[in-house]
């Protein structure tokens, strides 16, 4: 009984945290789309990101 709330708890907690690593996702997608629209709209802010290093 105990073990199956504690399962329980350990997926709503795992949910909590897939939920909020997806929202995280899409935040950074809008900001990787809003940085390239700005990017595209302004050429002269030549900030080549192939030419950047690679992690």
């Given at each position: 009984m105990?073990?199956?709330n504690l399962i329980?708890?350990?997926r709503r907690w795992?949910?909590?945290r897939l939920n909020a690593l997806l929202?995280?996702?899409s935040?950074?997608?809008d900001f990787f789309l809003f940085?390239?629209?700005c990017h595209n709209s302004s050429p002269n802010l030549?900030?080549?990101i192939?030419?950047?290093p690679k992690a």
């Open positions: 105990h073990e199956s329980q708890t350990g795992q949910n909590k929202q995280l996702r935040q950074c997608n940085f390239s629209f030549s900030i080549d192939q030419r950047s």
